[in-house]
């Protein structure tokens, strides 16, 4: 009984490590082939990365994908979706997670004399 554990443990990380996607990379096709992508949607991600430059975090991306709220991210993840980004270009303040507010500071207007 033991064994039979072990094999279906194995087969289960087996599985999540084939099919681990990185959105920052995949193309449509590989989209697709994940259950709750279909061709629109995998074409409005590789369309807003194009546009707009790597995803840095699922908040990014829910916020540039319409569509993408928190059950379906969830459930992307669950499949093995994740977001990479380099060491070099992590953004330098810390992300909010998931559903938390947003709160933007205006910058300041530089003065006119300098």
Known sequence: ????????????????????????????????????IGQKTAEKIVAERTRAGRFISFEDFSLRVKGMGK???????????????????QPSTVMPQLGEKIMYVRPKKKDATH
């Open 1 to 36: 009984m033991w064994k039979v554990f072990l094999v279906v443990c194995a087969l289960c990380f087996a599985y999540n490590a084939v099919y681990a996607l990185d959105l920052n990379q995949a193309s449509a096709t590989e989209l697709v082939q994940i259950k709750g």
């Open 71 to 89: 059950k379906k991210i969830q459930r992307i993840k669950e499949q093995g979706v994740f977001i990479d980004i380099p060491q070099n270009e």
